[in-house]
């Protein structure tokens, strides 16, 4: 069974950083692209960053471009995502994903 768990949220004032956590188990996470997903008071889905299985190569939405940073470590089989410089926009849940699986989230909220 797939088990996705994020950590490492919590409340921030702009400009501030944080950085997030997926503990995966049950397949083999080195094999697998990964990607993190957002999701905004009142909004859909947002996907944020991806990552491939051996972590050479990374890809990240335009909102967060330049300010966050996908990374992997397969040897403990946890997906991170580096958030700098967060706004108000960036307040939302973040989950990690992978195939239709996806965690419980991690509540991200910035504010002053």
């Known amino acids: 069974e797939v088990q996705l768990v994020e950590s490492g949220g919590g409340l921030v004032q702009p400009g501030g950083s944080l950085r997030l956590s997926c503990a995966a188990s049950?397949?083999?996470?080195?094999?697998?692209?990964m990607s993190w997903v957002r999701q905004a008071p009142g909004k859909g889905l947002e996907w944020v960053s991806g990552?491939?299985?051996?972590?050479?190569?990374?890809i990240h939405a335009d909102s967060v471009k330049g300010r966050f940073t996908i990374s992997r470590d397969n040897a403990k089989n946890t997906l991170y995502l580096q958030m700098n410089s967060l706004n108000p926009e960036d307040t939302a849940i973040y989950y990690c994903?992978?195939?239709?699986?996806w965690g419980q989230g991690t509540q991200v909220t910035v504010s002053s």
């Open positions: 049950g397949f083999t996470f080195s094999s697998y692209a």
């Open positions: 994903y992978v195939g239709k699986n």
């Open positions: 990552i491939e299985s051996g972590g050479g190569s990374t």
